[in-house]
């Protein structure tokens, strides 16, 4: 088992307790005690899941969910002491794969960290070779930037392709219209979030039958049931 893992929280005893269960599960664990500290770590080298804390010094929690999911699908867990519904659910909605409230048994801990790591091997998104993407009908070359279509392929834009890659792998995950800017036109955008309205247009025109859902007023998720794939 080689997934490593950040923890970013600010009291030492949850720290070395939780850092001890995993590291005898046999994860590779990196402690530490700021957002901006794990930031700038996570500059050099991503782990395989992040483990966040909201009470922080400075960069709180959710703004540190915020930035790693505007770069990355690592899967991330929040720890926090609010357990209230309306925190949870903005933990969710800035990217997180799961909350578990304070006080919380390190075994339970543990139990939803392999939960989400299995999830995500079982996922319907299987890539069967390096840089090759296929979910039910859809397939898509990652290296050439091929998209195939119920085994046609479909000319696309650059922009069309990465959005649909955005999709693709994190398959019946809500994305926030302002999210899907900043993934696919960058964080320098300063254009209208209808753009986003355009390209999933777009997409949904070429790809007939693509499973493309609006959130309504949220964004879009590409809409897999699972228990078919």
């Given at each position: 088992?080689?997934?490593?893992?950040?923890?970013?929280e600010?009291?030492?005893?949850?720290?070395?307790?939780?850092?001890?269960y995993?590291?005898k599960?046999?994860y590779?664990?990196t402690?530490?005690?700021t957002?901006e500290d794990?930031w700038e770590n996570?500059?050099?080298?991503q782990p395989?899941?992040?483990i966040l804390?909201?009470?922080?010094?400075?960069?709180?929690?959710y703004?540190l969910?915020?930035?790693?999911?505007a770069?990355?699908?690592?899967p991330?867990i929040?720890i926090s002491?609010?357990d209230?519904e309306?925190?949870k659910?903005?933990?969710l909605?800035?990217?997180s794969?799961?909350?578990l409230?304070?006080?919380f048994?390190?075994r339970e801990?543990?139990?939803?960290?392999?939960?989400?790591?299995k999830?995500?091997?079982?996922?319907p998104?299987v890539?069967?070779?390096t840089n090759?993407?296929?979910i039910?009908?859809?397939?898509?070359?990652?290296a050439?930037?091929?998209?195939?279509?119920?085994?046609?392929?479909?000319d696309v834009?650059?922009?069309?392709?990465?959005?649909?890659?955005?999709?693709?792998?994190?398959?019946?995950?809500?994305f926030?219209?302002?999210?899907?800017?900043?993934?696919?036109?960058?964080e320098?955008?300063?254009?209208?979030d209808?753009?986003?309205?355009?390209?999933?247009?777009?997409?949904?025109?070429?790809?007939?039958?693509?499973p493309?859902e609006?959130?309504w007023?949220?964004?879009?998720r590409?809409?897999?049931?699972?228990?078919?794939s």
């Open positions: 088992m080689n997934q490593h893992i950040y923890i970013v600010d009291d030492p005893n949850i720290r070395d307790i939780v850092k001890a995993l590291i599960e046999g590779q664990v402690m530490m005690e957002a794990a996570a500059k050099k080298q395989n899941m992040w804390d909201i009470m922080l010094p400075g960069m709180d929690g703004e969910c915020k930035k790693i999911r770069r990355s699908e690592v991330i929040i002491a609010k209230e309306v925190d659910i903005l933990g909605e800035l990217g794969d799961d909350y409230t304070k006080p048994s390190p801990l543990v139990a939803r960290v392999k939960r989400l790591f999830r995500l091997e079982n996922s998104m890539q069967k070779k090759t993407v296929e039910d009908d859809l397939k898509m070359d990652q050439a930037r091929q998209v195939f279509w119920r085994d046609q392929e479909i834009t650059t922009k069309e392709f990465d959005m649909l890659e955005i999709f693709a792998k994190r398959p019946n995950r809500a926030a219209r302002e999210e899907l800017l900043s993934l696919v036109w960058g320098d955008y300063f254009g209208s209808r753009a986003v309205d355009d390209l999933v247009k777009r997409l949904r025109k070429k790809l007939e039958g693509l493309v609006t959130v007023g949220y964004g879009y590409l809409h897999i049931d699972e228990e078919q």
